[in-house]
């Protein structure tokens, strides 16, 4: 029996043997309250810096995803340049070795990244789910979900000038998760910047998708320019 239940249950006998037949009001209130406060402490104690929000990372259990992974992959990178990117969630390559973007999606990025003046570890690179899909799948929307406190805290801990979504899945995920997630078609929104919090979004291909579709690395360069253009 957990630690929590046993106190509560104290706490219950102690009010039955003052005479009690029901708890006295608010009790149940105080009790939520006190419960609220102390996991707002927790959880601003975890996530204070980006290693303490990837010590917690890497010991997250919160979604099936947790079963499917060998390693948790966290992001990686500074904010010189003041540029995140936003990938969807680690494959294959990066499960084995636990760093984003190393197979040959993530030489894709790291030539664009290139391409654009920076070196890769002058950029933040990370991925919206943290932990590897079954079967390289795209993840849930109730993955996304629960991973999304992450991604959230990640994105205030860098404050990045501009944000590059790599995909639908991030896309989907800045925006509020809208609708459902199948509807959402990165070919319709590459280019059109929008906000997350007064940061700006600009949605592009996903380097995965390009290694399939080559052509379509010269829409991604266009984006590429717009995100040069705002963070001068
Ligand atoms: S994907 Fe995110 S929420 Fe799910 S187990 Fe991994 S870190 Fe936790």
Redesign the pocket.
Known sequence: MGREIENLLDILNFYKALGFKELPSGFINSILKDRESCDMTHQEAIFESIDSLNDR?KK????P??KS?TN?VCGEGDNSVGLMFIGEAPGVEEDKIGRPFVGEAGKLLTNLIEKMGFKRENVYITNT???HPPGNREPTKE?IS??FD?LKKEIELIAPKVIMTLGKVATYALKNMEGKINDLSISKIRGKVFFYKNIPVIPTFHPAYLLRNRKDKWLTWEDAQEAMRRLK
Request: contains cysteine; charged residues 20%.
């Open positions: 990372i997250c259990f919160n979604c995803l947790s992974r948790p789910v943290k932990c993955e629960m991973c992450y």
